[in-house]
């Protein structure tokens, strides 16, 4: 028998609670009469700020508190942006929906600059994510990068305080939360590629609990998967891991799977680029083909493999 209610466990910040909100509404849409409680929750990546995740364990920490509360009963599902989720997931757990994705370039956001070509030298910007801080130093080594940890609006905060001079975002974030004005210039593929899997919201949930699963299937967006799924087999191909930059995007056209990958070093700006298609859709496989390619170029080194 199908449960009749459901219970999100979520982050408290503000674009976790928006994301936890958006798959509530979409479960009463696909069950009509289906009841939606969230159970908000602190995890360590929310609490400790002053470090980069890449010190302090990785995006990982925002999974814990939730996963432990669907062990012990007091939540059914968890909801995260994709892009935090590790490539493998703690056993006991599964994705059973990834929504369709959101726009997944990152957003250059300033007060007085329209891009990064205009800002001057030794610029301060704002991310603490190494793949940014990799592409920066690629197109402009003359800036000064500075740590940015803490949620949109409090590093949107930072920014109008003047502690920097632009600071790098996720565009869908921006959108979601409705600060979509605040973006001067997206950042694009190819040029510019995302973190695997970013602007994808992910379902979390016990993997013993069918009844469940079979609910948020209903959310599942088949194109994304498949995409998202390219992105994630490359970056585990890679080591999985968020204290090295990788970067990754993938798209499904009239010839099949499209995946750009690409490794960086956030310290020198060095970027390593490959890509490769596959019309029979193997996901996985077009994932470890364009890993194989890269560390061909001499990723290894970079990711310390």
């Known amino acids: ?105 990152d957003a250059f956001v300033s007060n007085h600059y329209a891009n990064l070509a205009a800002l001057p030298q030794g610029a301060r910007v704002g991310t603490s994510s190494l793949r940014r801080q990799a592409l920066l130093r690629a197109v ?55 973190a695997p899997g970013q602007a994808a919201i992910a379902i979390e949930a016990c993997s013993d609990n069918p009844n469940t699963l079979v609910l948020l299937a209903a959310l599942n967006d088949t194109d994304t998967r498949l995409t998202v799924t390219a992105e994630r087999a490359m970056n585990q191909a890679l080591g999985g891991s968020c204290t090295v930059p990788v970067a990754a995007w993938c798209v499904l056209g009239e010839r099949g799977l499209h995946l750009r990958g690409m490794v960086g070093d956030a310290s020198t700006g060095q970027l390593l680029h490959a890509e490769a298609t596959r019309v029979d859709d193997d996901a996985v496989v077009l994932g470890q083909q364009v890993a194989a390619a890269l560390i061909a170029q001499g990723a290894g080194e970079l990711l310390g493999l």
């Not at 509404?25 to 470090?51: C, F, K, N, Q």
């Not at 609006?153 to 869908?172: E, P, W």
């Open 1 to 105: 028998m199908n449960p009749s209610i459901l219970r999100i466990a979520t982050r408290k910040s503000p674009l976790a609670l928006w994301q936890a909100e958006h798959v509530a509404a979409a479960l009463r849409v696909a069950h009509p009469g289906l009841s939606v409680d969230m159970v908000p929750m602190s995890t360590r990546g929310d609490e400790i700020l002053d470090r980069s995740l890449a010190e302090i364990g990785g995006k990982g920490l925002f999974l814990k508190e939730l996963e432990v509360a669907m062990m012990e009963g007091r939540a059914d599902l968890a909801v995260h942006s994709l892009k935090d989720v590790p490539v493998t997931l703690e056993p006991g757990f599964t994705l059973p929906a990834i929504l369709p994705r959101a726009d997944a370039a």
């Open 140 to 194: 402009r080594p003359d800036l000064e990068l500075l740590d940015l940890r803490g949620n949109v609006g409090t590093r949107l905060g930072k920014l109008d305080a003047g502690g920097y001079d632009a600071i790098v975002l996720a565009c869908a974030g921006l959108e979601r939360l409705g600060f979509a004005a605040r973006i001067r210039t997206r950042l694009t593929p190819p040029a510019w590629l995302p």
